[in-house]
């Protein structure tokens, strides 16, 4: 198991500006990713945070607008950028611990906003 | 790609009764690992049972249990004695040994009706 902090739980942003969003894990992971959820739907995943070089992103999602950090084996940060209405939503960090047959553990979120 | 189908959008279920929640997938594995979650209304989503596809062996955690038919590629959560505080959707999921990718359902929503 993993104890996962994500920040800020919540944050309501004015239209084209950026967040940042932090996750750590209380102990190394092997992988740690990025989701989207709207309330009530099923996620979408963003992208794979890599450590020590460029996240892998699913289709439809870019670099430029979501830039990811990932500088060690406890920490991860998702940048959503230019933020516009559509962005509103709720941001989830998962992290899977060594080993084929282990689940995902989550963060408790990040509800976002924009105004 | 694999595939997680949750055909049941919504469940109800009335208070200390069973429910079953459906969950199908579609694979060309023979070794794979599946996951049911919760997630309570505006709170983190948990772990509630797993299940490796080589164990025949259906998985039990307390009061939730799964009916896994791998011929069928099945895997149904059933949750007896229900409880308000299991109110929540609930999301099937899939992994894959062989990669990094989780595959989720669309989630089942379920209301426990005092």
């Known amino acids: 198991s993993a104890v996962i902090s994500q920040k800020p739980s919540r944050d309501i942003c004015q239209r084209g500006t950026s967040l940042t969003i932090q996750c750590q894990v209380d102990s190394q992971v092997t992988m740690m990713f990025w989701y989207r959820q709207q309330p009530g739907q099923s996620l979408t995943l963003i992208a794979t945070a890599n450590q020590g070089s460029e996240a892998t992103y699913e289709s439809g999602f870019v670099i430029d607008k979501f830039p990811i950090s990932r500088p060690n084996l406890t920490f991860s940060t998702l940048t959503v950028s230019n933020m516009s209405p559509e962005d509103s939503s709720i941001y989830l960090c998962?992290?899977?611990?060594?080993?084929?047959?282990?689940?995902?553990?989550f963060g408790d979120g990040t509800r976002l906003s924009i105004l | 790609a694999q595939t997680v189908t949750q055909s049941q959008p919504e469940m109800s279920v009335q208070e200390a009764e069973t429910v079953t929640l459906s969950c199908t997938y579609d694979?060309?594995?023979?070794?794979?690992?599946l996951f049911w979650y919760k997630q309570p209304p505006s709170r983190q989503m948990i772990l509630v049972i797993r299940q490796e596809a080589y164990k025949q062996q259906n998985a039990t955690e307390n009061r939730f249990s799964v009916n896994f038919q791998k011929a069928a590629k099945s895997f149904s959560l059933k949750i007896s004695d229900s409880q308000l505080g299991d109110a929540a959707m609930y999301f099937c999921a899939y992994r894959s040994p062989t990669g990094n990718q989780f595959y989720f359902g669309t989630g089942t929503s379920l209301t426990v009706i005092p």
């Open positions: 694979t060309s594995e023979s070794d794979y690992y």
């Open positions: 998962s992290v899977v611990v060594a080993g084929p047959n282990q689940p995902q553990h």
